[in-house]
Each structure stands twice: as structure tokens, then as C-alpha cells.
């Protein structure tokens, strides 16, 4: 949701992502088109635009044609459609492409092959050009995001690569992407018997087990165990044994969890059996072997090992030796037996605090809250753990021990952070009004006497819950006493305190909390973020030379940050003054266009792009707001937003239907659930004449969404089908929409077609 001055057909900023805060930090799903393209061959491509050479036909300067026979006469031709015109053009880009590489000019040349790319993305030879020169470029992000794009290929580039890309996303943590990127590089191998495939497969294997995938993961792991049992035949030298097996009793405690869940019971037997042979520990071998034998339908041999596991003191396994135990009493047909065996357990291991946790919420769960509250309480005096936080909060709600429950809040508070300590506890309590109110109430009767009495940490919980729930006046009152409370560490509740009441659209007493919190004196990393929220309040009150003001202070505090700089221009774009913004975003991206040296700076510099092309289409400066979005593809050519922006304007201009559809599809399948994408696909089916399936989409985005553009387009479709009363009422809801956003020039368009 990010603003409220663009066009209807054109204007995404607002419905993008149903999550308000993103219109005050500007970024948006924008409406701007690529301008066309005509190049030949080695026709530099960025030079003009294509309308410009299009009316002077290139010429080549090369020696006679030779030709061993007389050409034959040209035979009409009827046009050609746009699938065959996409082609022939992603051809001369990539013949562009390769000249250009081949005069060293490699950004430019990368940039035609991605274009090529998007013109035919079945074609697994622009791939293979983009990915290496990308990262030639040092652009491993583009490279990484082209190749997640081309795996889906028959023809995959070279598998190399996509291995080496893998290892750079697993080693930023990004394990589901290179989870991918191994797999289609395995799949490209013909044989992996040899050490570079064991190493490859052990890669892969350990990915699935990160994505619970234990049947493919327990495939993977197989070979490797054959390997290191018999390295000669897989041409294992002794370093790759050695660099293998850093870690052996962790690898085979993996190979072991695979095969036990993948039901492959001797594998995963023999592989705990190794990692107890590097390591000995009597306890976790029996454990283990609890596993296999419950997994193999042995419920009484696993009880047996479980008790001798725990007789040799088990631990660093966390909570699920316990939750074996409670699977094998059931098993069983034991469970009553759980309780008084885990007692006994905690009595020769006090200090065993997963034991102590799961044996509180087991007295929970048998709505023994008497016994839940004292263990959490003494194990929370231990070892504070969100855990017994979450537990013991629930237990306090549900026996309606509110003076608890508001200490516990309070300690939570200041000892974790409340909402990483309670997690969904916290929407339980807002949500149940009358709990909320209990508190409050108590609250109320301690700081009647003295405010003092209601600690930092209790009031600040109150004000977040209060906000949560929308009861304004108790937030303020409850974010007053904490500041009271602990002035020195009022900085993060002026920021909660405010961004709250920006997503709930008081943006007036926003300003206000955002200017104390200035005013207060603080760091310059705060201070900066003040400014930039300030900012967007001021904005939304149209108080357009303030809230200038506070984006620039915010900017020249913080000038490392994208978005801090940005803010100044989305400023005056929100404010009508599109001609300075169109500067501010113009110098910001020639400052930064080539500047690749983080990925969050590319990030910021593509949500900038998105602005900027905003920006130039409510200025008519179409080439230039189609290039940014062409732009912003060459580095993200899976963008949802931009694949919507960019396949929604060539809709609403009737140019390149399928290019669109496939594209808006493309957006709609990342985000089914966003209705402005949903919108966009209904307005490219009517486009083509689709209207019964224009119909059904434009249906589904009215359903999540009601918006005046989405109803007006869904009103054009229902005139189309013959069904003249629905399209009076569509638009007649339209109408109302556009007024209720002070739209009152789109509404009147739209009461013209009712009449």
C-alpha cells in the first residue's frame, strides 16, 4: 500500500500487498512499459528507441553477397503473429549480445542476452550465455536468479555452474534455492561414481534432510556410506575421505535420522553404529536405536532402550527423547504411565531443563495447572526459555490469575522482547476482549495509587496489547507509563508506539509520537529512523514542505541506505510534485545503477526503479517508465511485482497479449492470493476476448479487494457477457470506491458508461 496518485488503470501502489507500512516506506507495484525493440545484429540496442529507428531502415556496410544460386523470388507472407515476432526479435538481441561480448562490452551484452532470454525463456543457449557473463560481472545474484529460472529447462546450462551457484546459496543460508540448483545439476550428470558425484550427493542429501524430504535424502546418503566404506571403487582419494569425515559423528547422525525416517531401519542402524564407534556415548547409541525399533513396529524393545538411554543420563537431544517416550507408551497402551515416569526422570535430573519443560506442559496438558504453574515458575527462575514464557502464559489465562499473567508479561518484556517470548500467545490475549479488559483493569488499580507500581516492561506489553486491539486512549496511557518508567530506553517504544498507529492509518497522532521521539534526544541510527517514519506521516496529512523536511534529515542521517535516500522523491511523488520527484529518483539511480557491490543495495535500487517508473508514466514519459521496468526484469526476471506492473500496462495498452498473459500468469502463480494480480490477469483475458475467464478473475480480486479499478474492469467484462444489470452494479460500486479515495475525476468516467 504504498499511494494514491497514480491513474486507475495504472495505479498498483495502493493494492499491491495489503500491508499498509509499505506506503509509507514507498515501494509498490508500478504500471510502466518496456519500449520496443529493433536491432540488427551488432545495432547498438540502448542507443534509441525503437519508433526512432524503425523509420530508417539500418543499413550494413559488408562486401557483395555470393550465392551459388540465383535467389528465388520472395513469396508473400502474411504478418507475423506476436509469438513468432518475440522470437525473431530475442535472435537479433542475442546476435547483439554476442558482438558486444566480443568487443568486451559486457554489460551491455549481458543485458541483450537477458532480454533474448525473456523473449524465448525455453531457450537454454541464451541461459548458458547470461549465467557465466553474470558472473564475469561479479552479479552472483543475477546469476543465481537466472539459473533458478533456466533449471526448468530440458536443456540445463552447465551443471557446473549451477553446482557452484548452489554452494554460494547454501552458503548464505538460502538452502531451498540451492536445494534446486544441486538437484538439477545432479540430474544433468550421466554417473556420479566417482568422487566429485559422492561429494555432490552428499550436498544434495543433506539439503533434503533440511527440507524433510527423507526418502530422497536417505537415496543420496546410500552411495556416500558405499563410498566411504569403499573409497577405491568411487576414486576416493585420503584428503576427500578426510575432508568428508571433519565431523563424523554428526555425518553418520544424519545418515542415521534419514534412513530411520525414510523406514530404511538396517541402514540407519549401522550408520548410528558408526558415529558411536568415533564417538562412544552409551545414551544416545540406545536412544537411537529406540528409534529404529519403534519405526520398525517394536514398541517394547524401544521402551527398553529408551530406559537404558535414560539410566546413563541422557541429554543434548532436547525435547525428543520425551516425546519417543510418550509415543512408545502409547504404543503401548500406556499413557497414563507417562506422568509418574517422567517425575521420577526429574528427580534424579533437576537440572535437566528440556525434561522440566516437557513434563510441565504434559501437567498442562492433563489440566493439572497447579503443578504446570509451579514447575514453569521454578524452571523460569533457572533458565529463563520462550518455552516456559509461551506455557506459563497460557496456564495464567486459563486459571484467570491476571496478576500473574501482567508479571509475566512484564518480565517477558524486559528479559526477551514479548513477542519473540509469547509468539502467538500475544494475539490470544489481544484478541480475547475480556481477558484484555481483565487486565487493563488490573493494571488500572495498581497505578491508581503510585504509576510506579506497573513496571517498564508491564506497561509497555499493555500499550503493544492495547494497540494490537485498537483501543487507542489505554495504549497511550500504558506507552506514557513506560516511557515514565525507563526514559533511557523509551526509543523502542515511541517506534512501536508510532508505526502502530501508522498501519492503523492515525497518521496525524503519528506525527505527534514520532516528533517527541525526536525530540527526546537519541542515537543517530534512531534518530534517522524517526525522521523517515515522521516523514511518511507528514505525507499522509499532506503537510508535503514537513514532511521534505524530515525525509532529508532522515537521508543525510543514514546516506548508506537506498531507501533512506529515496525518500525525499517519494515525498513529492505522494505530493503531486512529480516533476522534482522525476530528478530525485533520475540521480539517485545514475549514482547507483552500477553499483553491484551488495545485494540489499540492489534491492533497494530496484524498488527505486519501480518508483521512478511510476513516476514517468503519470508524466507521460513512456519510454523512460518502460525501460526502468525492463530494467528491474534484466536483474530480477521472476519479480512478481514487475512481471504484474509490466504485463498489466501492455494490457491496458493492447500491446503484446500473450507476452503479458504469460507474464501476469507467471506473478499469479508466486502470489495466488494477492488481488491486484488477479486483477491484472482478468484485464489481459478481456483483452484477448476471453471474457467468461476474465469473468472468473476479475471475480475472485473483487472477492479479496474491493477497489474501484478491479470493480470498473470487472463491470467492462460483465457488458461484454450480455449481463447489463451486473455491469451497472459493478460499476456503480466502482463509482463509490473511486469517492470514498477522493477519486472523484475516475468516478465520473465511470458513470458515464452506466449512463
Known amino acids: 500500500m504504498c499511494s494514491r496518485f497514480a491513474p486507475s488503470r495504472r495505479r498498483r501502489f495502493r493494492r499491491q500487498r495489503g500491508f499498509r507500512l509499505l506506503r509509507l516506506v514507498g515501494r509498490g507495484a508500478l504500471f510502466v512499459a518496456r519500449p520496443a525493440i529493433l536491432a540488427v545484429c551488432v545495432t547498438s540496442l540502448f542507443d534509441a528507441p525503437r519508433r526512432a529507428r524503425a523509420e530508417e531502415p539500418p543499413t550494413l556496410a559488408v562486401g557483395p553477397l555470393l550465392l551459388e544460386d540465383a535467389p528465388a523470388p520472395l513469396a508473400a507472407r502474411l504478418p507475423l503473429g506476436e509469438e513468432e515476432r518475440d522470437k525473431k526479435e530475442a535472435l537479433i538481441l542475442f546476435a547483439e549480445g554476442r558482438a558486444r561480448e566480443q568487443r568486451n562490452e559486457f554489460a551491455p551484452a549481458l543485458r541483450c542476452y537477458q532480454r533474448a532470454w525473456r523473449l524465448d525463456p525455453r531457450s537454454a543457449e541464451i541461459a548458458g550465455e547470461i549465467i557465466p557473463l553474470a558472473l564475469r560481472l561479479n552479479r552472483e ?15 540445463v546450462p552447465d551443471p557446473l555452474l549451477l553446482r557452484q551457484l548452489g554452494e554460494v546459496q547454501a552458503q548464505r543460508g538460502e538452502w531451498r534455492s540451492a536445494l534446486r540448483l544441486f538437484a538439477r545439476a545432479a540430474a544433468a550428470r550421466p554417473a556420479l561414481e566417482d568422487a566429485d558425484g559422492t561429494i555432490l550427493r552428499l550436498e544434495l542429501g543433506r539439503l533434503y534432510h533440511l527440507d524433510e524430504k527423507y526418502e530422497k535424502a536417505a537415496d543420496c546418503f546410500a552411495p556416500v556410506v558405499a563410498a566411504l566404506a569403499h573409497p577405491e571403487k568411487y576414486k576416493l582419494d585420503e584428503k576427500t575421505v578426510e575432508a568428508i569425515l571433519e565431523e563424523p559423528v554428526d555425518l553418520y547422525q544424519v545418515f542415521g535420522d534419514a534412513f530411520v525416517r525414510a523406514g530404511r531401519l538396517e541402514e540407519a542402524r549401522a550408520a548410528f553404529e558408526k558415529a558411536d564407534s568415533y564417538s562412544p556415548d552409551k545414551a544416545v547409541l540406545q536412544y537411537e536405536l529406540a528409534r529404529v525399533h519403534l519405526r520398525g513396529g517394536k514398541p517394547a524393545e524401544a521402551l527398553a532402550a529408551l530406559e537404558a538411554a535414560f539410566a546413563e543420563k541422557l541429554s543434548g537431544k532436547g525435547m525428543g527423547p520425551y516425546e519417543l517416550y510418550a509415543e512408545v507408551l502409547d504404543k503401548l497402551g500406556r499413557p497414563g504411565e507417562l506422568i509418574p515416569r517422567l517425575e521420577k526422570l526429574r528427580a534424579a535430573e533437576s537440572e535437566n531443563l528440556s525434561l522440566g519443560y516437557f513434563l510441565a506442559a504434559k501437567y498442562a496438558d492433563a489440566n493439572d495447572l497447579q503443578r504446570a504453574t509451579a514447575l ?20 495464567y489465562a486459563r486459571t484467570k490469575n491476571d496478576e500473574g499473567l501482567l508479571a509475566l508479561l512484564g518480565e517477558a518484556q524486559d528479559k526477551a522482547g514479548l513477542l519473540e517470548s509469547l509468539g502467538a500467545e500475544t494475539a490470544k490475549i489481544s484478541g480475547d476482549a475480556e481477558l484484555l479488559r481483565r487486565l487493563i483493569e488490573t493494571a488500572k488499580k495498581r497505578t491508581a495509587a503510585a504509576p510506579q507500581k506497573l513496571s517498564r516492561g508491564e506497561s509497555f506489553a499493555l500499550g503493544m496489547l492495547a494497540a494490537d486491539a485498537k483501543r487507542w486512549a489505554d495504549a497511550e496511557e500504558f506507552f506514557n507509563l513506560s516511557i515514565q518508567a525507563d526514559p533511557r530506553q523509551s526509543g523502542e517504544v515511541y517506534l512501536v508506539w508510532g508505526l502502530g498507529l ?7 497522532d503519528a506525527v505527534k509520537v514520532f516528533q517527541r521521539a525526536i525530540d527526546r534526544g537519541q542515537t543517530a541510527e534512531e534518530s534517522a529512523n524517526y525522521y523517515f517514519y515522521l516523514a511518511g506521516a507528514l505525507a499522509l496529512e499532506k503537510r508535503t514542505e514537513e514532511a521534505l523536511a524530515a525525509a532529508t534529515k ?4 543514514k546516506s548508506g541506505s537506498i531507501a533512506f535516500l529515496a525518500r525525499p522523491a517519494w515525498v513529492l511523488a505522494y505530493g503531486h510534485r512529480r516533476e522534482e520527484a522525476y530528478g530525485k529518483y533520475r540521480d539517485l539511480l545514475q549514482k547507483y545503477e552500477n553499483d553491484f ?9 530496484r524498488d527505486v526503479r519501480l518508483a521512478f517508473s511510476n513516476v514517468c508514466a503519470l508524466l ?36 503484446h497479449l500473450g507476452r503479458a498473459c504469460r507474464m501476469i500468469r507467471k506473478a499469479v502463480a508466486a502470489e495466488p492470493d494477492n488481488a491486484a494480480f488477479r486483477d491484472s490477469l482478468g484485464w489481459v483475458l478481456f483483452r484477448q476476448k476471453q471474457y467468461a475467464e476474465a ?8 472477492e479479496k479487494m474491493t477497489d474501484g479499478a478491479i470493480l470498473d474492469h470487472l463491470g467492462d467484462v460483465y457488458l461484454q457477457l450480455g449481463q447489463a444489470e451486473k455491469a451497472h452494479e459493478s460499476w456503480r460500486r466502482a463509482a463509490e470506491s473511486f469517492r470514498k479515495e477522493k477519486e472523484e475525476e475516475k468516478a465520473k468516467v465511470v458513470e458515464k458508461k452506466m449512463n
Not at 501508522?502 to 496525524?508: H, V
Not at 557491490?597 to 535500487?605: A, H
Open 141 to 155: 545474484g543475477e546469476a543465481v536468479r537466472y539459473a533458478l529460472a533456466a533449471i526448468e529447462l530440458e536443456k
Open 695 to 702: 469473468a472468473v478473475e476479475l471475480q475472485k480480486a473483487a
Open 376 to 395: 514453569y515458575s521454578a524452571l523460569l527462575k533457572q533458565t529463563p526459555a520462550y518455552t516456559g514464557y509461551r506455557g506459563l502464559a497460557d496456564v
Open 554 to 557: 532522515a537521508a543525510e542521517l
Open 597 to 605: 557491490s551488495s545485494e540489499e543495495l540492489r534491492e533497494g535500487l
Open 620 to 655: 507521460n514519459r513512456t519510454a523512460e517508465a518502460e525501460e526502468q521496468l525492463e530494467l528491474a526484469l534484466d536483474e530480477y526476471p521472476d519479480d512478481p511485482v514487475v512481471l504484474n506492473d509490466l504485463g498489466y500496462l501492455w494490457a491496458d495498452r493492447n500491446e
Open 502 to 508: 501508522l498501519l492503523a492509518e492515525r497518521s496525524d
